[in-house]
């Protein structure tokens, strides 16, 4: 039992605070304009590329640094922390990337896994359909075998960034006729093949970051097949040897409640100082209380992988709760703020540039992307506990 | 960083369960709860042999000088097996605040005794205005010549009937703040004008009104420095709330595991009641509560050994969240178990109970939130 980083880990993290100092202004998100944003987050991975910060968690061979688990914690930690924009990078990063490394070809590596260390191409991920959410196995986009190529036809949605993005990473279904698991393929797809349409798919923070992606008779080359046939399903449930402690959120979280404590102790704001609000003290007590769990669930997971243990549910456990959490703590800010917690960003009146009103939306989402809370009490209850199915 | 026990611990863990699971079982604990004293003196003995009230005393006081991360990871095990008795009222309340604050003479004189398992201590420390924080503290000590006179009552007090030896907190003075003048007493439980009364709780503990009336101790017996006696609580009750949590984790994970294991053989429209999702999701809650309590009171412990800047900040947190957390998960526990759960000669009920008791002592979820935020942002 240390709850002590090593002293090598801790100087990692002060690399990365004084690389984001310098890289990242601190109020950036003020100075960049809603229009310039995508530039400036392609700029920044840029720059995060130039370090071997887009894949720092990728084995040295293929263009990544070898991050231990610790130290790749520690730079999802301080990412989030300092609100650094990986939108651009994330699926290519964490999904697509390592997916390749295993299962991919020598020229599938060769062809993609440069390009998205050097964060010069942009990947989505298609994989949700209209009928295929929490129930994804039941996916139904075709890929059918047609010489050289698979022809493709159907319907992704929830595509994040596929209006800006190079590649994809498919699930379709090449062989309707096995059990739903067993007969769906893991593609690689160039977003420029002719019979792809793209359609925002604008949400609830008037944000467009989801679209709907459609495939026509697309023709994908049969060597853009990842791994076999029909094995595609459990590719993308791999667990790959990569953190997967869902700390961002947690550490996304503190910064806000620093955010609110800093809030409740300015004195200059009208009428009484909310910290001597009881109701308010109960908030931010709960608040960090809750944030201290979150954090030491994120950090389970990672101290089970450093012990060479393979996490299951527990990664589960660390989504579930750092997402709910992260929406109690916008409630609970929206609370503390009253009638300024409506206001949107940029609005004049707007306390805390309206972060938690944006915190408050945001989190409604996360807690059903990725896995909804309930799919994952789901697999809780039954890969951690062996609570039968019926 | 590692967030799980080390070699050492896990022997400990796994010599504690085999341990208890033999000595200490269902049966003795409801017996417990019908007997007076309220413990087994021949279990006593055999956990004495076992160097366990000498856990975390020093070598040279004849303990076996582990540490507090050592002795949360036993703890954990008495809350799985509920065992019944004064073992946290002697090593936390009663040896501890000896480690911090007695005299080379002290020490010598009672840690030894306690680490041997002769010893049995407890502090008093509430009065009936049943506050954890030193203006709770009214009792008056006056000094007569080398000797102190004590006066009042003290309230919530752990196994006090069957101890040796008592830490008593008293006012002997009045300062700028409430935690000036308070003075700590090692008081012979057996010296005259003390009374016992045993009150009837909802775990069927044992804890003790004691009424002090004229009551001698002598000059050398006073614990610490005269007027000083405040940060020296303070501090155990910091490792008393630990030592609560530490409890609740096993208790919480036992109840779990019970009610895990119920849910999968109970059957119900034909099939078992833990393949409903009704039931799925109810547990997968309590199993993020119990790790939560589990991964959060660790973390407080080892902040207190390690004397970590934050350390009182994490205790606070641990027991503001275990206090809610087991709650919720004996909660679920009877739930799931319907109407067995509710009989007195099923087992569940023993942690339902026991489970309030925990979360009451040393300071609940409310009195440490608020401490949270004060540490957080005052």
């Known amino acids: 039992m240390d709850f002590r980083l090593s002293p090598e880990e801790e100087a990692f993290r002060q690399e990365v605070r004084s690389w984001l100092r310098e890289h990242l202004p601190r109020d950036w998100e003020e100075q960049v304009s809603e229009g310039e944003s995508w530039e400036f987050t392609r700029q920044f991975a840029r720059k995060l590329a130039a370090r071997g910060w887009v894949v720092p968690h990728w084995p040295r061979e293929y263009g990544g640094l070898g991050l231990s688990l610790w130290q790749q914690l520690v730079f999802r930690e301080e990412m989030a922390y300092h609100r650094a924009p990986l939108g651009y990078i994330a699926i290519g990063a964490d999904w697509a990337g390592p997916t390749i490394i295993v299962y991919g070809t020598e020229e599938q590596k060769r062809e993609h896994l440069p390009r998205i260390a050097r964060a010069e191409v942009m990947w989505c991920q298609g994989f949700s359909e209209p009928n295929a959410g929490s129930d994804l196995a039941n996916l139904q986009?075709?890929?059918?075998?047609?010489?050289?190529?698979?022809?493709?036809?159907?319907?992704?949605?929830?595509?994040?960034?596929?209006?800006?993005?190079?590649?994809?990473?498919?699930?379709?279904?090449?062989?309707?006729?096995?059990?739903?698991?067993?007969?769906?393929?893991?593609?690689?797809?160039?977003?420029?093949?002719?019979?792809?349409?793209?359609?925002?798919?604008?949400?609830?923070?008037?944000?467009?970051?989801?679209?709907?992606?459609?495939?026509?008779?697309?023709?994908?080359?049969?060597?853009?097949?990842?791994?076999?046939?029909?094995?595609?399903?459990?590719?993308?449930?791999?667990?790959?040897?990569?953190?997967?402690?869902?700390?961002?959120?947690?550490?996304?979280?503190?910064?806000?409640?620093?955010?609110?404590?800093?809030?409740?102790?300015?004195?200059?704001?009208?009428?009484?100082?909310?910290?001597?609000?009881?109701?308010?003290?109960?908030?931010?007590?709960?608040?960090?209380?809750?944030?201290?769990?979150?954090?030491?669930?994120?950090?389970?997971?990672?101290?089970?992988?450093?012990?060479?243990?393979?996490?299951?549910?527990?990664?589960?456990?660390?989504?579930?709760?750092?997402?709910?959490?992260?929406?109690?703590?916008?409630?609970?800010?929206l609370a503390v703020l009253g009638l300024y917690g409506q206001l949107r960003p940029r609005s004049p009146w707007a306390r805390l540039r309206g972060r938690f009103e944006r915190q408050y939306l945001w989190m409604t989402g996360m807690v059903v992307g990725g896995g909804t809370s309930e799919i994952q009490r789901n697999l809780i209850a039954i890969r951690g506990l062996g609570l039968p199915r019926d | 960083?590692?967030?799980?026990?080390?070699?050492?611990?896990?022997?400990?863990?796994?010599?504690?369960?085999?341990?208890?699971?033999?000595?200490?079982?269902?049966?003795?604990?409801?017996?417990?709860?019908?007997?007076?004293?309220g413990y087994s003196p021949d279990l006593w003995r055999k956990m004495a042999e076992q160097g366990w009230m000498g856990l975390i005393i020093p070598e040279q006081y004849g303990g076996a000088g582990m540490r507090i991360t050592d002795l949360a990871v036993l703890l954990e095990e008495f809350g799985r097996f509920l065992v019944p008795g004064p073992f946290i009222p002697t090593v936390v309340l009663g040896a501890y605040p000896i480690m911090l604050a007695g005299s080379e003479e002290q020490k010598q004189r009672f840690l030894p005794r306690v680490a041997a398992g002769e010893l049995i201590m407890t502090m008093a420390l509430t009065e009936p205005s049943a506050k954890w924080d030193a203006d709770g503290v009214q009792m008056e000590a006056r000094q007569e010549g080398n000797e102190w006179v004590l006066n009042g009552t003290k309230l919530f007090v752990q196994d006090a009937h069957v101890t040796d030896y008592m830490v008593v907190a008293a006012r002997t003075g009045k300062g700028a703040s409430p935690e000036e003048g308070i003075t700590l007493f090692l008081v012979d439980s057996r010296s005259p004008g003390i009374k016992f009364e045993l009150l009837r709780t909802i775990a069927s503990d044992k804890q003790c009104e004691v009424t002090f009336e004229n009551v001698r101790v002598p000059g050398e017996n006073v614990l610490g420095e005269v007027g000083k006696g405040w940060p020296v609580v303070h501090r155990t009750k910091l490792l008393a709330a630990v030592a609560a949590c530490s409890y609740l984790v096993g208790l919480a994970q036992q109840d779990f595991d019970i009610t895990l294991n119920y849910a999968k053989e109970r059957v119900q429209f034909g099939r078992p009641i833990g393949s409903f999702q009704a039931i799925q999701h109810k547990l997968a809650d309590a199993v993020i509560d119990v790790d939560g309590c589990r991964f959060i009171t660790y973390k407080a412990a080892w902040s207190l050994q390690e004397n970590e800047p934050d350390a009182e900040l994490m205790v606070s947190m641990a027991k503001a969240w275990c206090s809610e957390a087991s709650r919720r998960v004996v909660a679920h526990g009877q739930q799931i178990h319907g109407g067995i759960g509710f009989t007195k000669d099923y087992k569940i009920q023993l942690y339902f109970r026991r489970q309030k008791w925990m979360e009451l002592m040393w300071g609940d979820a409310d009195y440490h939130r608020e401490l949270v935020a004060q540490k957080l942002a005052i």
Request: aromatic fraction near 8%; charged fraction near 30%.
């Open chain 1, 141 to 333: 986009t075709r890929a059918v075998r047609d010489g050289d190529d698979y022809v493709v036809n159907g319907q992704k949605i929830w595509t994040s960034g596929a209006h800006r993005a190079d590649w994809m990473i498919l699930l379709a279904r090449t062989d309707p006729d096995a059990p739903k698991h067993k007969g769906i393929s893991y593609f690689l797809v160039d977003m420029k093949t002719p019979g792809i349409t793209v359609q925002p798919l604008i949400d609830m923070m008037d944000n467009h970051s989801f679209n709907q992606v459609f495939f026509e008779n697309v023709r994908v080359p049969a060597r853009n097949l990842l791994g076999e046939e029909n094995r595609g399903w459990y590719m993308a449930t791999t667990t790959l040897n990569f953190e997967r402690s869902s700390i961002g959120g947690a550490a996304a979280a503190r910064r806000l409640l620093e955010d609110l404590v800093g809030y409740v102790r300015d004195a200059s704001l009208p009428g009484a100082r909310p910290l001597d609000d009881p109701r308010v003290r109960y908030q931010l007590g709960e608040a960090a209380v809750e944030l201290e769990i979150g954090r030491l669930l994120s950090y389970r997971v990672v101290s089970l992988q450093a012990r060479g243990l393979v996490p299951s549910h527990e990664a589960s456990v660390a989504k579930l709760y750092n997402t709910e959490m992260g929406l109690r703590l916008a409630r609970r800010g």
């Open chain 2, 1 to 37: 960083m590692d967030l799980g026990l080390d070699e050492q611990q896990e022997m400990l863990r796994n010599f504690a369960r085999d341990f208890l699971e033999k000595e200490c079982p269902e049966q003795l604990v409801r017996q417990m709860e019908e007997d007076e004293k």
